[in-house]
């Protein structure tokens, strides 16, 4: 068994976004030569989330605001981040909790070369709490 890993660096511009990251962990299974196993894409960061769903530009705009919604900002959460100089609390719980319903990672299997996703599927990076560089994982195994 072969393993390919690849390290994406993908800087976010708003505090609360999807990027599509199709195209980077397909151009990974590329240069890892693998054509069987699987491919795992994962997120080295608390506050993203990695997932599968339909890339729709109405969608991705749903998506983060019912999740806006789920888990509201104006709330008294516990966890603190950092202090300003001032001395207020820098919180983003919510960025956290976020990641949580949604996973920081997605598997898909790949077969005879090719990233065995399903017609409307793209795989996401979905940052909660950017702008930020981020760093994404793309695990490939098999031979
Ligand atoms: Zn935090």
Known sequence: MKVYFKELT???????????????????????????????VFSKHT?????????????ERDIPFYLKKLVVEEDNFFHHHFFYKDGRM?????AHIRSVL?????????KDGNVLLGGRENI?????????????VVQIMGE
């Open 102 to 110: 949604v996973g920081l990672h997605a598997i898909v299997p790949l």
């Open 10 to 40: 993908i800087v976010t511009r708003r505090s609360c976004e999807l990027i599509n990251i199709t195209d980077e962990v397909k151009k990974a299974v590329s240069e890892s030569g693998i054509k069987n196993g699987i491919v795992l």
């Open 90 to 94: 820098a919180v983003n719980a919510w």
């Open 124 to 136: 996401y990076l979905a940052e909660f709490d950017g702008p930020k560089e981020r760093h994404v």
């Open 47 to 59: 506050t993203t989330g990695v997932f599968i769903n339909e890339a729709e530009k109405g969608l």
